[in-house]
């Protein structure tokens, strides 16, 4: 494997780990992160980068500009932590109890540091602006929105993003264009029936017995409502209900996810759930509450902007470049690219000696590949270069 990390990358390479650690363990919850902010904020404007703070609520923005005119590229990294505690036993290990980078972007924010560092020694050959976006609240708080809303992506022709990913190697960097993540919806189903005595059922109306059957019938929307080929989700996570071993239940509370990969696919899904609900009230005689939530729509990228991301991670990965291992995880980099043409892609980040999937994201001993972080910056170099130098 022949890696070609961008000589301005390798020289900023310890200020980049470094920097990643520092972030690593002082996590903030979403927009909570105000000692991150503060860190972007005075590095990029130790470089000399136009800074813009307070933006989307915590969020930071670098703008810099080039000696001539020409299209405006924005570059992507998210910043909050996880609501949850480290098991593991590094030597950075997050020092604020119940809270840790769980995800990697503490990795997303030192790339994107590193990145500008290096751009900003190259503003004679800019024929641009680089807009560096520093993102609060990914973990499910929409911060995108927020960012878009005070205008984060005015200007902008060109947006990208990047994730690091322990489900690839190190050395490999995942793009394609199309759907790359899901939409990421949520619902909450309430069962009303009719409580009783377990040893005599007649005359109730067991909740138990009819959340079964729900759960049962709502997987016949992906295994018999969708396309096969299309993949979508149904997962009923979390069942509440009943009193003790002898009573039948009155209410039971069923929370879960619906992923798909297209909006038709995520509006069938919750179409035939409305109906499969209804459809179970008239067969039981039941009431049954149900109320869905829409969360991230799907991150689909668009096909010009992800050749170019792929030619970029081409000159720092080789063959180590191509298709991504594919989740049906969900990303708010989507408003950015329902605004705007872009790509978001992945970074290869397994930690070493260990296999990809070994060390999910999300768990509590999540780490990665720290070389992966010269990687990510090679490319967004590579990329800006090969836009608009």
Not at 302 to 310: F, G, R, T
Request: net charge negative.
């Amino acid at each position: 494997m022949t890696i070609h990390i961008k000589p301005e990358i390798k020289a900023l390479s310890d200020k980049i780990i470094s920097t990643r650690r520092d972030i690593h363990q002082h996590p903030e919850l979403a927009f909570d992160e105000h000692r991150t902010a503060q860190l972007v904020a005075d590095r990029l404007q130790s470089l000399g980068i136009d800074v813009q703070t307070g933006v989307g609520k915590t969020g930071v923005v670098g703008i810099l500009k080039g000696n001539s005119s020409g299209k405006t590229i924005a570059l992507r990294a998210d910043m909050d932590a996880l609501p949850m505690q480290e098991t593991s036993d590094i030597p950075y290990k997050s020092q604020n109890d119940g809270v840790m980078h769980a995800c990697g972007h503490d990795g997303h924010t030192a790339m994107l540091l590193g990145a500008a560092e290096a751009l900003s020694q190259k503003t004679d050959k800019l024929n641009g602006t680089v807009k560096f976006i520093f993102q609060p609240a990914e973990e499910g708080q929409g911060g995108a929105r927020y960012m878009i809303e005070d205008g984060a992506l005015n200007g902008v022709d060109e947006v990208y993003g990047i994730h690091l990913w322990n489900y690839q190697e190190y050395g490999t960097v995942g793009v394609k264009s199309g759907p790359i993540l899901a939409a990421a919806d949520l619902f909450e189903i309430t069962v009303h029936g009719k409580g009783g005595h377990g040893a005599a059922p007649q005359g109730t109306k067991d909740a138990v017995v009819i959340a079964s059957h729900l759960v049962q019938t709502l997987q016949t929307i992906v295994s018999r409502n969708t396309n096969p080929i299309e993949s979508t989700v149904v997962t009923i996570g979390q069942i509440n209900g009943g009193y003790n071993f002898n009573i039948i239940a009155d209410t039971v509370t069923m929370k879960g996810t619906a992923r798909a990969y297209t909006e038709e696919n995520r509006q069938l899904i919750k179409t035939r759930m409305a109906e499969i609900i209804k459809g179970t009230e008239q067969i039981f005689g039941c009431k049954i509450d149900f109320d869905y939530e829409d969360g991230y729509p799907p991150t689909v990228n668009h096909p010009i902007e992800s050749e170019k991301l792929l030619n970029a991670a081409r000159n720092i990965v080789g063959d180590g470049a191509g298709d991504p291992y594919l989740s049906m995880g969900g990303e708010d980099f989507s408003y950015f690219l329902q605004k705007v043409p872009g790509c978001f892609f992945f970074v290869g980040s397994a930690p070493p000696d260990h296999e990809p999937l070994s060390v999910p994201h999300h768990c509590s001993h999540f780490d990665f590949d720290e070389r992966a972080l010269l990687v990510g910056s090679s490319v967004y170099l590579q990329l800006v270069e090969d836009i608009i130098f």
